[in-house]
């Protein structure tokens, strides 16, 4: 019912920026909580940022004050904009929606950020 499709990935050297995008289809984008997670190999799939249907947004510690959540409800877009990057950084960036009062989480496929020298 609802595709998700994240683009923006690429390299980019330490302290650049990149800014990720999430595109939804159909018509129930405004309802859904958005997040953004990342997995680096070998490590946990971890919650990056969240930006609810409210507006209500919220970061990992590691990225706070670097990476700003945003949507664009004409749009249907999600967006995460990366400032600073760190080698830490470097993951495969995912992006869900959730829809409110549902248990049904939607992924898209995965960008890959890679922050290297």
């Known amino acids: 019912q609802v595709q998700l499709v994240e683009s923006g990935g690429g390299l980019v050297q330490p302290g650049g920026s990149l800014r990720l995008s999430c595109a939804a289809s159909g018509n129930i984008f405004s309802i859904l909580d958005m997040y953004w997670y990342r997995q680096a190999p070998g490590k946990q799939r971890e919650l990056v940022a969240v930006?609810?249907?409210?507006?209500?947004?919220n970061y990992a510690d590691s990225v706070k004050g670097r990476f700003t959540i945003s949507r664009d409800n004409t749009k249907n877009l999600v967006y995460l904009q990366m400032n600073n990057l760190k080698s830490e950084d470097t993951a495969v960036y995912y992006c869900?929606?959730?829809?409110?009062?549902?248990?049904?989480?939607?992924w898209g496929q995965g960008t890959q950020v890679t922050v290297s020298s």
């Open positions: 930006i609810l249907s409210d507006g209500f947004t």
């Open positions: 869900k929606g959730r829809r409110i009062g549902l248990s049904v989480d939607y």
